[in-house]
């Protein structure tokens, strides 16, 4: 059975860094490409970033482009996500997405002043 958890969410102030992490299990980790999703009160949910099985490829949504980078570590399961320079259009759930549609239940980021 897949499981999936994220952390690091929080209230931050804008300007300021954050970094997410997702854990997953019951699946081999380092076969499968992985994101990172979120959705803001009011919006619909949109791909914030992606990675391959081995990290060599990733991608970005145009709203974090140059300012969010993906990561993970194939030996402890885990995905990162660094985000830089919050803005408070940031603030959103984010969900960690695996195979097979799997999803955590999500980590709040609040940016505010």
């Known amino acids: 059975q897949i499981h999936i958890v994220e952390s690091g969410g929080g209230l931050v102030q804008p300007g300021e860094p954050l970094t997410l992490s997702c854990v997953a299990s019951?699946?081999?980790?380092?076969?499968?490409?992985m994101s990172w999703w979120r959705q803001a009160p009011g919006k619909g949910r949109e791909l914030v970033a992606g990675?391959?099985?081995?990290?060599?490829?990733?991608n970005y949504g145009n709203s974090v482009q140059g300012r969010f980078t993906i990561s993970r570590d194939n030996d402890k399961n885990t995905v990162y996500l660094q985000m830089n320079n919050l803005i408070p259009e940031d603030t959103a759930v984010y969900y960690c997405?695996?195979?097979?549609?799997?999803w955590g239940p999500g980590t709040q980021v609040t940016v505010s002043s």
């Open positions: 997405r695996g195979p097979s549609d799997s």
């Open positions: 990675i391959s099985n081995r990290g060599l490829s990733l």
């Open positions: 019951g699946f081999t980790f380092s076969d499968y490409s």
